[in-house]
């Protein structure tokens, strides 16, 4: 059993140098998007700070979302080789990530309550 398992092993090292070279192009910048919710913060309006904020029901699906571009790089610890291969192609693609800027999506009334906070400081 275990003979047959190691015979049908994918063995990426197999491969042509060139072929092994697309596929380290087809390593894509992705987005993540990380959202922060008014309940998940834990954030209430406090009239001890003494900050103006929107009425209570505008607040409750108040939402800042930072979207940022990412790329995967972990197939530069798989080895020694695939590391010297795709570490070239890795370079620039991270060359063109450092471009792209991080991105904030807010409603209303966390833009409020940015700058309330802007205010303060």
């Known amino acids: 059993m275990a003979g047959a398992a190691a015979q049908q092993a994918f063995i990426f090292l197999d491969f042509p140098t060139?072929?092994?070279?697309?596929?380290?192009e087809q390593i894509d910048i992705t987005t993540i998007r990380h959202t922060l919710n008014r309940s998940d913060a834990g954030l209430e309006a406090d009239v001890a700070f003494g900050w103006l904020v929107p009425p209570h029901e505008t607040l409750t699906d108040s939402s800042i979302t930072c979207i940022r571009p990412t790329l995967s790089v972990g197939i530069l610890s798989t080895c020694h080789l695939i590391n010297q291969e795709a570490k070239p192609i890795i370079e620039r693609k991270l060359a063109t990530l450092k471009l792209e800027p991080i991105r904030y999506l807010t409603d209303w009334s966390s833009g409020f309550g940015l700058e309330v906070v802007r205010s303060v400081q």
Do not use: N, P
């Open 18 to 24: 060139e072929l092994r070279l697309m596929v380290y």
